[in-house]
């Protein structure tokens, strides 16, 4: 069966720093990733999506990134975190397979200060 | 502009009664919908899911109706338990190319399950 894993699952960090959020699916092969952001009070917005190794599409502009270094490993970074940065970061995948259900992971909770 | 609307921010049920959840959308172009289940620090479930050719499926205690000449689907639980409480999102998906698809979230809906 397929599992998602992400860590870390909590995140203290102060402005300004920098930040690096891994996402790994274990039980399939070539996924679709995705990077979501639930900000208080709000709803999931799409961050990045991948189909493949060093394929990104950005949704948002913002001052993140993503990468895709591994077939099944997505990371999301920033240079400098700003307090509105602060949310709770989700990774999803789907087979890939032209199926539209998205399976999430546990998520990273993550406070800007 | 919000595509998906779940004007409903929170919902208090009777056990055993049924909870109906709602949920709008604009776009013309979603194919695909889907309600996800979220407990505080969790990742979302997903739950049950209907495709636009279809007006109605049916899981368990879980049915999901969909009306597309007024652009509007419910989920509807019965009966409703206290496990049940958590907060409901619905999304819909379009195909965005390359065999990927994007889902657009509503901002969710509280149910509250009494005993």
């Known amino acids: 069966s397929q599992t998602i894993h992400q860590w870390p699952a909590t995140l203290v960090q102060p402005v300004g720093s920098p930040l690096s959020l891994e996402c790994t699916v274990e039980?399939?092969?070539?996924?679709?990733l995705y990077w979501y952001r639930q900000a208080a009070g709000r709803g999931l917005q799409l961050l990045f999506y991948s189909v493949g190794i060093g394929q990104i599409s950005s949704e948002v502009p913002q001052n993140l990134s993503a990468s895709r270094p591994q077939d099944r490993q997505f990371i999301l970074s920033s240079k400098k975190l700003l307090l509105s940065d602060s949310g709770f970061y989700l990774c999803?995948?789907?087979?890939?397979?032209?199926?539209?259900?998205?399976?999430f992971g546990p998520g990273t909770r993550l406070l800007v200060l | 502009d919000q595509q998906v609307k779940q004007n409903s921010p929170s919902l208090s049920v009777q056990e055993g009664r049924i909870s109906i959840l709602n949920c709008d959308y604009t776009?013309?172009?979603?194919?695909?919908f889907l309600w996800y289940k979220k407990y505080p620090a969790e990742g979302p479930t997903f739950l049950i899911s209907i495709s636009s050719i279809k007006d109605k499926n049916e899981d368990g205690r879980f049915t999901v109706f969909l009306n597309k000449s007024a652009k509007h689907l419910s989920l509807h639980i019965v009966p409703s338990q206290p496990g049940d409480s958590a907060v409901y999102f619905c999304?819909?998906?379009?195909?965005?190319?390359?065999?990927?698809?994007?889902?657009?979230f509503g901002k969710g809906t509280k149910l509250s399950v009494i005993p």
């Open positions: 999304a819909a998906s379009v195909n965005s190319g390359a065999g990927s698809y994007q889902l657009t």
């Open positions: 776009n013309s172009m979603f194919d695909y």
């Open positions: 999803a995948w789907d087979s890939g397979l032209h199926e539209e259900t998205q399976y």
């Open positions: 039980g399939t092969s070539n996924p679709n």
